[in-house]
């Protein structure tokens, strides 16, 4: 499984020039190019200048930040600096000065914004499970767009006053953006690949803007079997592997499906197949089962299970367990159960 990624746009304001700056015949424009394209807060932003009107290679060049003075060299045409806080702005200036006089002016207000994408799948764990559920074969996942901007004046702009534009593997999906559609659904289809979940947030007036983008991977999902204790329940933290001792007369085991697109284990859409040395069990359509031994001979046997989703085809998972008896010293009573 892929982890997400996050990427946050800023804002871009076109501010008034410097007061000192007015009035002195600027009317030629930059090109400036910032790398990384879309800064986050807090993040290193390099600026490099060029121009295709003028020869600025012997130029003097100045750099502003918030209208200070960072740096002022001839022909330094590349300039660092890093973005304040979210929603913070920071205001970058560059002035040239050619060498035959000309004045060229670029400058720009950077407001970071941030939003974090966390999704769910809409799979089944069983209780106090503190993994995270996977996104299974042909499954629902539900993605939230988690935005951080702020006003001017430092207050938090609530998540469902901004707009919201989703795309799915790099196509909008329109029904699902808009004003206030702060959380995305989809289901995966066959083939079943990674899907590409990308968010872009903005401001009604599009003067905060951020992106996200999470790269969810689809996996099989996951059978595992249990012993029921008559006491202590399902022991959740030891499942079974081959071979299992048999040491009691008889062992309930129980069936968990993980990841698998239901409420509950026992869910309708699932459908339990039990197999005893491959021969198929009829009347065992649940996902437990009660093994007892009813000699007192040594051996094995295999039992298996299947899990199969009636909604979606993909969804299927297999699980077997080898289990071993020892020679047993007397005759063991006859009960119900399944013989292994």
Same mark, same amino acid.
């Given at each position: 499984m892929r982890v997400f990624y996050r990427i946050a746009l800023l804002g871009i304001v076109f501010a008034p020039l410097f007061v000192w700056a007015q009035g002195l015949g600027i009317v030629e424009e930059l090109v400036v190019t910032v790398t990384p394209e879309r800064p986050?807060? &807090?993040?290193?932003?390099?600026?490099?200048?060029?121009?295709?009107? /003028?020869?600025?290679?012997?130029?003097r060049i100045s750099f502003f930040? &918030?209208?200070?003075?960072?740096?002022?060299?001839? !022909?330094?045409? +590349?300039?660092?600096?890093?973005? !304040?806080?979210?929603?913070?702005?920071?205001k970058f200036a560059v002035i040239v000065e050619t060498l035959d006089g000309r004045l060229l002016h670029k400058e720009f207000t950077?407001?970071?914004?941030?939003?974090?994408?966390?999704?769910? /799948?809409? !799979?089944?764990?069983?209780?106090?499970?503190?993994?995270?559920?996977l996104f299974p074969f042909q499954g629902t996942v539900i993605v939230a767009a988690i935005p951080s901007f702020l006003n001017s004046d430092g207050s938090s702009i609530p998540a469902e006053s901004l707009v919201y534009t989703w795309k799915e593997? #790099?196509?909008?999906?329109?029904?699902?953006?808009?004003?206030?559609?702060?959380?995305?659904?989809?289901? !995966?289809?066959?083939p079943m690949r990674t899907k590409v979940i990308s968010v872009e947030v903005n401001t009604t007036d599009n003067t905060i803007l951020a992106s /996200?983008?999470?790269?969810?991977?689809?996996?099989?999902?996951?059978?595992?079997?249990?012993? +029921? +204790?008559?006491?202590?329940?399902?022991?959740?933290?030891?499942?079974?592997?081959s071979p299992l001792a048999l040491d009691d007369i008889e062992v309930r085991l129980s069936a968990i499906p993980f990841f698998f697109e239901a #409420?509950?284990?026992?869910?309708p859409l699932l459908s339990y197949?039990?197999? /005893?040395?491959?021969?198929?069990?009829?009347?065992?359509?649940?996902?437990?089962?009660?093994l007892r031994r009813t000699g007192e001979e040594g051996g094995s046997a295999n039992v298996s299970?299947?899990?199969?989703?009636?909604? +979606?085809?993909?969804?299927?998972?297999?699980?077997?367990?080898?289990?071993?008896f020892e020679q047993r010293a007397f005759s063991a009573p006859v009960g119900s159960g399944t013989q292994p």
């Open positions: 986050g807060a &807090n993040e290193q932003v390099d600026v490099s200048v060029e121009s295709y009107t /003028a020869d600025i290679s012997g130029a930040i &918030n209208d200070v003075l960072q740096a002022r060299e001839v !022909g330094q045409k +590349n300039f660092s600096f890093v973005t !304040g806080p979210s929603g913070t702005p920071t950077l407001r970071p914004a941030d939003v974090t994408l966390l999704w769910q /799948a809409n !799979g089944y764990t069983p209780p106090f499970y503190k993994g995270k559920g593997d #790099g196509k909008v999906i329109g029904d699902a953006s808009g004003y206030g559609q702060s959380t995305f659904f989809f289901k !995966g289809g066959v /996200a983008f999470t790269e969810i991977e689809p996996v099989q999902p996951r059978l595992i079997l249990y012993e +029921n +204790n008559p006491i202590y329940g399902i022991q959740f933290l030891h499942p079974l592997k #409420g509950r284990r026992t869910d197949s039990w197999q /005893a040395n491959y021969n198929p069990l009829p009347t065992e359509k649940k996902p437990d089962i009660v299970l299947s899990v199969q989703h009636s909604e +979606n085809d993909f969804e299927a998972s297999r699980a077997s367990l080898e289990i071993t």
